[in-house]
């Protein structure tokens, strides 16, 4: 078993930045494929970026490619999203992920963290 635990949540101006983290604990860390996913009020949850198992593949969604960059430590069983640019759109709560299958497609995960709330707003 994995559990996630997110932090780095809050209130940000527009065209400010964030980081969020995503620890894990239980097994090992760099076995799993990593993705964050947002979901907005009143929207279905989306895929933002996942990050190969060693970090050597990445992806974006189109609406936060060149803002956001994802990254993840395998020593420190942390993953991380560094936000940049922030948009009032960019408001959802958002979830790191592990799974198991190799590729960066696809929102079938085996684990999901709580969230942790970004609001971007002046």
């Known amino acids: 078993q994995v559990q996630l635990v997110e932090s780095g949540g809050g209130l940000v101006q527009p065209g400010g930045s964030r980081r969020l983290s995503c620890a894990a604990s239980?097994?090992?860390?760099?076995?799993?494929?990593m993705g964050w996913f947002r979901q907005a009020p009143g929207k279905e949850r989306e895929f933002v970026a996942a990050?190969?198992?060693?970090?050597?593949?990445?992806r974006y969604a189109d609406s936060v490619k060149g803002r956001f960059t994802i990254s993840r430590d395998n020593a420190k069983n942390t993953g991380y999203l560094q936000m940049a640019s922030l948009k009032p759109e960019d408001t959802a709560v958002y979830y790191c992920?592990?799974?198991?299958?190799?590729?960066?497609?696809?929102?079938?995960?085996?684990?999901w963290g709580q969230g942790t709330q970004v609001t971007v707003s002046s």
């Open positions: 990050v190969s198992r060693g970090s050597d593949s990445t």
């Open positions: 992920a592990l799974r198991l299958a190799r590729g960066l497609y696809g929102s079938n995960y085996d684990y």
């Open positions: 239980g097994r090992t860390f760099s076995s799993y494929t």
